[in-house]
């Protein structure tokens, strides 16, 4: 039960990072959304 | 440099890409070892026969069962308590694939942490497999983790508190199966594979209980016995055979204040007689060098001599380091020593165990000439 | 490559990315762990860069909702109501005032072990009061950093102690009491050396009356939220077993969810996107540390790091704990704990080891504040607002000098002080 919870946590979590990815100025900062983007979707599908 | 959606788009599209590449070496991790029934295997059952509630769980692991047909003990082998200690679940196998009990019944569990094999401990930069040249050709193992994945078992509470005991320890130990015995039916995934364990021990009658891990260099429980105090009187006789066959191992008193552990709980919980034996493997010490699978393999690490040189160490260790082979027959060795002590005194309980080979042909031809 | 010229490398990439690329610091090691596997012969090891970062996602978690958590109540006003609340209450001294921030700063870290969670919650919470005693930003924000961090090895929970421990099968059992007296009064002290002469000066009437305009009206509704995360971080630890364990990022989710329905209205993915945008840089940060935790594993350099942090002569030991632990703590706290502190740990077998233990874990959080990742300065420096987080490493050398010391004081002396006090 509490897995279910903190996947959605991380879903809801990866989705406002995705949208952060789009609206940020900077190519560098873009960047760093889209590296912290990489664990949070293979947790998301329990893949790692 | 100005950030478009296009920029945006592509990075995206990268992290994707990334996942694309990364996730088939993540998932290879869930393929089994191939573990051979050899010619001492009567029946292979799986831990939810003994606690159901584990069936169809990451959990569930088999159990092999070596049934001599004839009156005796019985003997329980875990390996892969901690999949990351791999001389501990190759001995295991290797036993499952060689021994012949003459009397009695052995039962090995290989892989007691199935779901630790599936996975490898973060920041530790573990290899995930391992080659053995065997008479069949090149044979791979999986290096897993010391813990249960949290794929399977997630998140941690920040404080891991022993049900049994009120223990606390950090909040990661709740996925180490060393500190979630006797477990619990209807708590974790780590403590119910504890407790499906434990309800074996009981079931089949296990006389002797043994687990077999492996600790680093550094490490002051090594090369070692550590014994429940029923067990005592067989472990101080057990670790004098050793001495004969000149292989060196400690005795350790299981601390009673020490909860969770298999060495205290198997041997409270049920009338076996509960021993856990430690090797010594670079591999997993936090002094090693570069981490590979030649580590694991061969067990020679230059930090380590250094770190021997300076007296760090509780083994001897120089540039022949710890070979998997070594360990293994260690492991192998004091364990057929353990069972045949342990039904000296009497011979209705006795297990006879044989076709496993001797420490000596195991380090000279290496452990994969036996698999 | 040996592994000194890797250590090499990795210092010149991580310092080429920061100063001539001006990239970000997760960026940054993230490219320092790939340039290290490159030298160290191993090729681009996806897997390996992948599941370094695993290290710290549900510490990121924790980040990630306890942002949004702290937008919540900037936004429905309970935090102008605690600080007004607060100040008036205590505002008639200086050195209580102090005292209590002091205190409730450390609580969060004290009872979840990880001073990002001080940080974050109260430290957001009480910011504004340190600074509308006309504090400058960095000793603001050096206050917060140096309470969280005393927070985090506070009772009853410490994990640093808990890793050192765990390396050598040590129970967690019996810290309480000592770990409670070297964290409280040396928390207390740096606080009034910090702030005294900005709270002494400071009119705190005046203070009240700035901020005892707010529109939150006077109910305690307001604080719901607030006692839902206490009782929510307090109730599992202290009825284990019987209350059910949300663990924290799910705590501050459900005490988000509170504020939305006290205080003022506000649009909750907003503070959402905003919460995220703000912390990112951190999660960043964090991502890359496990990167390059796990591929100095990998090359070798963290095993050369220990064995040679070990080589040293017995006497000279003790400064290279009090050197090497705060150090490594620049790359992670809780590595340094693992890494280190074990080893340094086993050095130290014969004497009394709560004190030992203890004592490490003091000298390592100290590794907080050491840059290039300096984590709770860096948090710290965003709460306060100020921009360089090094303004706020700078007033705390002085106070973590002095813990080091203790610290190694205490391990000279553990038996003695373990019969006095344990």
Known sequence: MITVVYRLIVVVVAVLVVWELFSQKEIKWQANAALVLIPLVLRAFMLV | MVGTKKTALALLTAAVAILILVTPQFTAMHTADTINKGPGVTAVKMLSDYFAGLKNTPGDTAVYVLDSGKPGGTALVVGGTHPNEPSGYIGAILLVEKARPTKGKLIVIPQANASGFTHNDYSEGSPQRFALTTPGGERWFRYGSRATNPVHQWPDPDIYVHAASGQKLSGSETRNLNRAYPGRPDGTLTEQIAYGIVELISREKVNLAIDLHEASPEYPVINALVFHERAMDVAAIAALDLEMEKIKIGLEPSPKTLRGLSHREWGDATGAMAVLMETANPAQGRLRGATNEALVLTGQDRMYERAA??????????????????????????????????????????????????????????????? | MSEIM?????????????????????????????????????????????EGMFGYLDVSLVLFTAMIFMKVIERNGLLERLTRDLTCRFGHSPLAMLTVLTLIIMFPGAITGSCTASVLSTGVLLAPVLLGMDMPRHIAGAIIAMASVYGMIAPPVNIVVMIIGGGIDMPYVGFDLILLLVTVPLAVLTTIFLGYPYARRANLAVLVDKIGDADTGRGWALYLPLVLIAVLMVGPKALPGVFPDPRMPLTFVLGSIAGLFVGRKFSLSQAARDGVREILPVIGILMGVGMLLQLITLTGVRGYIAVSSLSLPAYLLLVSIAVSLPLFGGISVFGAASVLGVPFILAFLGQNLIVTATALSLIAAMGSFTPPVALTAVIAAQVVGEENYLRIVRPLILPSLVAIIIGILMIMYANPIGKLVL
């Open chain 2, 309 to 371: 040189k300076l007296g760090r160490l509780f083994i001897p260790y120089d540039k022949n380091g710890q070979p998997l082979s070594l360990r293994v027959a260690r492991h192998v060795t004091a364990t057929m020593v353990l069972i045949r002590d342990s039904f000296e005194k009497d011979p209705r309980q006795a297990v006879v165990v044989t076709g496993v080979p001797s420490y000596r042909e195991i380090v000279t031809k290496g452990v994969g000439a036996f698999l």
């Open chain 3, 6 to 50: 890797l250590v090499v490398v990795m210092l010149a990439v991580f310092l080429a990315c920061v100063l001539w690329l001006k990239l970000p610091v997760g960026l940054s090691l993230a490219a320092t762990s790939a340039a290290l596997a490159v030298a160290a012969g191993q090729g681009l090891p996806l897997r390996h860069l992948v």
